[in-house]
């Protein structure tokens, strides 16, 4: 969906070097998620933010940090990187009046 | 707690026959539920959602869905398949909506569309 953006699309990082992904959507949503992808575990939840001023961890937040710059938009840094944090990550927005979520198109991170 | 379980990590079919991708979901309450599409190197894309209007649910590209209560399950099918079906398929549960409505994915079911 064109109206959530993530950049970089792909990124190769060596061990323990700072990572920054970026999420940015148009949408006017207030709600904003950070998921991870492995293979065969579906996506999981890292961090969750309702509002600027309102961020939460998700079921596997440890190793990553996230930032609310906006309403628009919300940041994934990984600030040491490794190995098994290579995965598919996904941002996603939504809306307190509903539960539906509208993804972005992923980034692709290794991490060697 | 809620939790997803999709019974099948692959599924292949022939094009034009139909397509069955089984889900069971684990839920304290009345849970939303909803299919999402991932087609290669895309993001996922909303197929359906089930919020209790009705227990079959019609979605894009002729997908449809059953809920049963009394077997947890949301079945998601498609009578006849096409190329552009093959893709991978995740069932989602929605939390409580006190608890911020957080998705629990089920693993993927990844469908192969044989010629």
């Known amino acids: 969906d064109a109206d959530v953006t993530q950049t970089p699309r792909n990124r190769i990082t060596k061990t323990g070097k700072r990572i920054m992904l970026e999420c940015s959507q148009t949408?006017?949503?207030?709600?904003m998620y950070w998921y991870r992808q492995d293979p065969g575990l579906g996506l999981r939840l890292i961090y969750y933010?309702?509002?600027?001023?309102?961020?939460n961890k998700g079921e596997i937040s440890d190793g990553y940090s996230v930032s609310r710059q906006a309403q628009a938009k919300f940041s994934l840094s990984l600030e040491s990187a490794i190995p098994n944090q290579t995965a598919l990550y996904f941002c996603?927005?939504?809306?307190?009046?509903?539960?539906?979520?509208?993804f972005g198109p992923g980034t692709r991170l290794t991490v060697l | 707690a809620q939790s997803v379980t999709q019974l099948d990590s692959h599924v292949s079919v022939s094009e034009g026959t139909p397509v069955l991708l089984r889900c069971n979901y684990s839920?304290?309450?009345?849970?939303?539920l909803f299919w999402y599409v991932q087609h290669p190197n895309k993001g996922l894309q909303l197929l359906l959602k089930?919020?209790?209007?009705?227990?079959l649910v019609k979605g894009i590209n002729g997908f449809e869905a059953e809920f049963k209560k009394s077997e947890t399950s949301f079945h998601l099918t498609k009578p006849s398949a096409h190329m552009s079906d093959a893709a991978e398929y995740f069932c989602?549960?929605?939390?409580?909506?006190?608890?911020?409505?957080?998705?629990?994915f089920g693993g993927g079911t990844r469908v192969l569309v044989k010629p």
């Open positions: 089930y919020t209790s209007a009705a227990t």
């Open positions: 996603a927005t939504g809306t307190a009046g509903t539960d539906t979520q509208y």
């Open positions: 949408k006017g949503h207030d709600r």
């Open positions: 839920s304290s309450y009345s849970p939303s």
């Open positions: 989602v549960v929605s939390g409580f909506k006190a608890a911020g409505n957080k998705l629990t």
């Open positions: 933010s309702f509002d600027v001023k309102d961020i």
